[in-house]
């Protein structure tokens, strides 16, 4: 059968808001260019978008729902649940942000795919993780597709001699609502540590669009992460609320918050980044503020004794390897990583350079990553890996065989 007779027409559904979240770009770029699908691009952020969408369903095979349609928010999905209830094709939705988060919660993902019943519902988690949090919602099951590669935009065009940096990081913190600080854990101790021989670190939360974080890791010799995600997770919220309910009640009579769900944030949308910017940086203090600033603030430690402390880490967890993995992977840029599963996609010490969660192995570590042909070692087997079975390419391919009905059972 040709490519071009056994192509699905798709209609893939994207919310257009921001150009600093590589992966949305990375899966917009995949199904628009693999010979599987004749794509057909919706933005879901536009005006009309539930009109629009009737007249876009026609001739339609398949739809996709891509992260960026309730990652961030589920308001710009939310007007046009009806008509996607309504549609007479398969329709597959991934699922972004698979963490209980103020503002996009895990409720809200539940409750419009409620109304849309998704055929299938494509989980960055562990295939139990994601079951646990949607199975319920499907009409033929939960499949794992975490993120892959785009080695058009992520890959090696600075030798290791020649990058500036030892370690690069840019990610923003987490949250102390997520009970999970692995991350930022990780990041102040590469930060405040005094390595012998000296390191050139730089970490940040500073945000860049695809092509500058491709350039920025091109820059850099080595980085350092974590599984993404948090180790507590819970289809209701109630954790993440209760949470929210206590920060308001502690600052009751110190001004006005505006709550991060709060539709005022798709004006904010629509801003030029530099512009969101400079409000958020306005909202942080004073008798105004945005929640997320008030939460960014809040102490890890009391957090998680109020709310956390005592609980077993659950048979279902929400830790899972993310984009900047594969990113960094494809630039050769060497991780250094917590230990962890990573979606038993990569293996330490083939992969990366495992980090013990209490840092007890740095010197080896380090050792390791000094020694100029063992990192190498490690980049070029990561690149190759990847490159064999873990692009964007193979992950597209892997979506047209669960729509046709002709992925392995």
Not at 95 to 103: F, I, K, Q, S
């Amino acid at each position: 059968m040709s490519a071009e007779s056994s192509a699905l027409r798709a209609l893939v559904v994207s919310a257009e808001y921001t150009d600093r979240l590589s992966y949305y770009d990375d899966w917009k770029t995949a199904f628009q260019t693999s010979p599987q699908f004749e794509t057909v691009l919706f933005n879901v952020a536009g005006g009309n978008a539930a009109r629009r969408l009737w007249s876009a369903l026609r001739g339609i095979d398949a739809i996709i729902l891509l992260h960026s349609t309730n990652g961030d928010t589920t308001r710009y999905l939310e007007p046009v649940a009806p008509v996607l209830a309504e549609r007479s094709c398969p329709l597959l939705a991934f699922v972004g942000n698979e963490v209980n988060l103020p503002g996009s919660p895990i409720s809200a993902k539940r409750a419009v795919f409620a109304t849309i019943r998704p055929d299938f519902i494509a989980t960055q988690l562990l295939p139990e993780s994601g079951e646990y949090l949607f199975g319920d919602l499907t009409r033929r099951g939960v499949v794992a597709l975490p993120h892959g590669l785009n080695p058009e935009v992520f890959r090696p065009q600075v030798p290791h001699s020649e990058r500036i940096r030892d370690i690069g990081v840019r990610s923003v913190r987490y949250l102390a609502h997520l009970g999970d600080d692995d991350r930022n854990r990780v990041h102040d101790f590469f930060t405040r540590h005094e390595f012998a021989p000296d390191l050139t670190v730089d970490i940040s939360a500073e945000r860049f669009n695809r092509d500058g974080w491709a350039a920025f890791l091109n820059d850099c010799r080595g980085t350092v992460s974590t599984e993404a995600g948090s180790w507590f997770i819970e289809r209701d919220d109630a954790t993440i609320e209760a949470i929210r309910a206590w920060t308001a009640e502690r600052r009751a009579g110190q001004g006005f918050v505006i709550a991060n769900d709060s539709p005022l944030r798709l004006i904010g949308h629509k801003l030029p980044f530099r512009l969101r910017q400079w409000l958020r940086k306005r909202l942080s203090r004073g008798p105004i503020r945005h929640e997320s600033t008030v939460t960014e603030a809040l102490a890890f430690d009391e957090v998680y004794e109020r709310f956390f402390a005592g609980r077993p880490v659950p048979k279902h967890h929400g830790k899972c390897i993310s984009s900047r993995h594969f990113d960094a992977i494809g630039t050769a840029t060497c991780q250094i990583l917590l230990e962890g599963r990573y979606n038993d996609i990569l293996t330490p010490g083939v992969h990366y350079i495992s980090l013990a969660s209490d840092f007890s192995n740095v010197a080896e570590v380090m050792e390791v990553f000094e020694d100029e042909r063992r990192r190498l070692e490690i980049t070029e087997a990561a690149l190759a890996h990847v490159m064999d079975r873990h692009t964007y390419a193979h992950r597209v391919g892997a979506v047209y065989d669960i729509l046709t009905g002709s992925a392995p059972a």
